[in-house]
């Protein structure tokens, strides 16, 4: 088994910036890919950004060029930078660990809450 466990959550102010966190732990695999999805209330979860153990990124059109993804493998760890954001990045964001051959081998985080308001 594998355990997320997801920081960095928060009320921020439009424009602001926010630093999320994500600590794997447990039976970690490799390869994998690491990503962060997001929920708002009334719509499905959607991804938001995911590297893969190699660090190659991909992004949704709505967050690309102002949320960064990275991770530290050798922390079992992967970040999300978020700036500028907007009142509609408010959303319960999960960290998710996967890996790219086993579908079973898929896990997420409780989640954080991030709500940009004024």
């Known amino acids: 088994q594998v355990q997320l466990v997801e920081s960095g959550g928060g009320l921020v102010q439009p424009g602001g910036s926010l630093r999320l966190s994500c600590v794997a732990s447990g039976s970690i695999f490799s390869p994998d890919v690491m990503g962060w999805y997001r929920q708002a209330p009334g719509k499905q979860r959607e991804l938001v950004a995911a590297?893969?153990?190699?660090?190659?990124?991909n992004y949704v059109d709505s967050v690309r060029g102002r949320f960064a993804i990275s991770r530290d493998n050798a922390k079992n760890t992967v970040y999300l930078q978020m700036n500028s954001l907007k009142p509609e990045d408010t959303a319960v964001y999960y960290c998710?660990?996967?890996?790219?051959?086993?579908?079973?081998?898929?896990?997420w985080g409780q989640g954080t809450q991030v709500t940009v308001s004024s």
């Open positions: 998710n660990l996967r890996s790219p051959f086993r579908i079973s081998d898929n896990y």
């Open positions: 590297i893969t153990s190699g660090s190659n990124a």
